[in-house]
């Protein structure tokens, strides 16, 4: 089965510095990794995802991930924060071990940037 | 906006009752997926349309059930409802299931927050 793991319930960074949040995953078969971000009282809005090709995804808002297969790691870095970057964080991989496609999640990474 | 509407915004109901949840996809959008958030499991994959049929099934109590109509909006249904049902609940579109698919990324709702008391 494929599963993602964010081993961080909460990074704290400062505004103007770089962030990242940690995401590992464990998949059968070639990855498909997403990273969503919610924010308080609204939907999970796509950011960016990896399927194939340059290890250095960008996305939206400035944030970018970079794949690395053989730590099977797909963490998520901004070189500089802002305070309305504050939000919750997940991580997911496409389960294409069934008859569906849906998405799996991690349990997500709250950031907390400071003026 | 993701383009994806979910009625209604809140739900205050008792134990015990039965509520219906819909959802509109995306415009074009063939596949509906939903999903429960709660504060202790994180976001749960309970079940996927695709087309008006069943694809996929996650961790989905026997008490709900969901369906898929022609026009392609989709109902959840919660019955039976006991205080632990208390969470969001998304709804998701996207294109469509198969390989040709898997690089689509979904698209969410606001979700709908249910409270049974």
């Known amino acids: 089965a494929q599963s993602v793991a964010q081993p961080e319930d909460q990074v704290n960074v400062a505004e103007g510095n770089p962030l990242t949040v940690k995401c590992t995953y464990s998949v059968s078969g070639n990855p498909y990794l997403f990273w969503y971000v919610q924010y308080p009282n609204r939907g999970l809005q796509f950011l960016l995802k990896?399927?194939?090709?340059?290890?250095l995804v960008k996305g939206s808002y400035g944030f970018e991930a970079e794949f690395n297969k053989s730590q099977t790691s797909f963490h998520l870095k901004k070189p500089s924060a802002l305070v309305s970057d504050s939000a919750l964080y997940f991580c997911?991989?496409?389960?294409?071990?069934?008859?569906?496609?849906?998405?799996?999640f991690g349990g997500g990474t709250r950031l907390m940037v400071k003026p | 906006d993701s383009g994806v509407t979910q009625t209604p915004k809140h739900l205050i109901t008792a134990t015990g009752q039965r509520v219906t949840l819909r959802c509109s996809p995306r415009s074009g959008d063939l596949s509906v997926y939903w999903y429960q958030q709660s504060l202790d499991q994180g976001l749960q994959f309970l079940i996927q349309y695709y087309n008006g049929e069943e694809r996929a099934k996650g961790n989905i109590l026997e008490r709900f059930s969901a369906q898929q109509f022609p026009d392609l909006h989709s109902e959840l249904n919660l019955s039976s409802l006991e205080l632990g049902d208390s969470a969001l609940y998304f709804c998701?579109?996207?294109?469509?299931?198969?390989?040709?698919?898997?690089?689509?990324?979904?698209?969410f709702g606001n979700g709908t927050r249910l409270t049974v008391t």
């Open positions: 997911a991989v496409r389960d294409i071990s069934n008859a569906g496609n849906m998405l799996t």
């Open positions: 998701a579109s996207s294109v469509g299931v198969g390989q040709t698919s898997y690089n689509s990324p979904l698209h």
């Open positions: 990896y399927i194939t090709g340059d290890n």
